[in-house]
């Protein structure tokens, strides 16, 4: 009785077209489901994600699970996801992507997924970090550690989709830290975040943890901007 009033007065919609979910949907309707724009990286060591860091940084592996168009269904997940407190959509696209990840040959395996970090200001003002529950569910997938205190963030800044392409690589070179202890060297790091666009941030957050002795890079994101 109590699902029947909630469901009336507050019907579940689809987090991607907003239509009514139907009583075996969860989440993101079957037809968003078979609509998503798959980029299929993971079967492509020279794709667009790992070009994007090439000449950069020494990568073992970069791919995103979909394509970030503006005003298509991706943008709409990662807008409610970002700032709409959706949380489960991050864990529905990890627990989707995670099962190709599993299909990688990998020469050195992942031991930890790490999330592009926060400042702890932002944190507090939108009270969850996005991409937490997207790593969280790529690593239990993999049966790897998630942490998130390796890596911090130094600087508080701007949101990044607010700003042009120059100013989101501006001044970003020196805002994330780690914390280096015994127990993360030798390790092979996987960091997550939601969409890949010039990638400045994410090289920034490599840049960071490869000052631990031993430390290899991947990188895996829900979506990437199709330019």
């Known amino acids: 009785m109590i699902n029947y009033l909630l469901n ?6 689809c987090a991607a077209c907003h239509t009514l979910l139907m009583s075996n949907e969860s ?19 020279k794709n667009e994600a790992v070009k994007k860091f090439y000449g ?10 979909l394509y970030f168009n503006k005003r298509g269904i991706v943008q709409e997940l990662i807008h409610n996801l970002k700032y709409k407190g959706h949380e489960e959509i991050g864990f529905i ?9 599993k299909d990688l040959n990998l020469e050195i395996p ?20 996005q991409v937490t529950t997207f790593g969280k569910a790529l690593a239990a997938g993999l049966k790897i550690t998630f942490d998130d205190a390796v890596l911090y963030r130094k600087k508080y800044s701007k949101t990044q989709s607010k700003k042009n392409l120059l100013g989101r690589s501006e001044n970003i070179e020196n805002i994330f830290d780690v914390h280096i ?20 941030t994410l090289e920034a957050c490599s840049r960071a943890l490869l000052k631990i002795p031993g430390a290899k890079i ?6 990437m901007a199709n330019s």
Not at 32 to 39: D, V
Not at 181 to 200: C, M, P, R, W, Y
């Open 8 to 13: 009336l007065f507050f019907p579940k919609v």
């Open 27 to 45: 989440v993101i309707c079957t037809y968003c489901r078979h609509e998503m724009p798959l980029t299929q990286y993971h079967l492509d060591t």
């Open 56 to 65: 950069k940084i020494d990568i073992q592996h970069a791919s995103a699970f």
């Open 93 to 101: 696209l990890g627990n989707w992507y995670v099962e190709d990840l």
């Open 110 to 129: 992942f031991d930890v997924v790490i999330p592009v970090p926060l400042h702890k200001r932002k944190f507090k003002e939108r009270g969850y970090n």
């Open 181 to 200: 202890s015994e127990e993360n060297q030798n390790k092979h790091f996987l960091i997550v975040d939601d969409v890949l666009t010039t990638g400045a």
């Open 218 to 223: 991947s990188i895996v994101c829900m979506a």
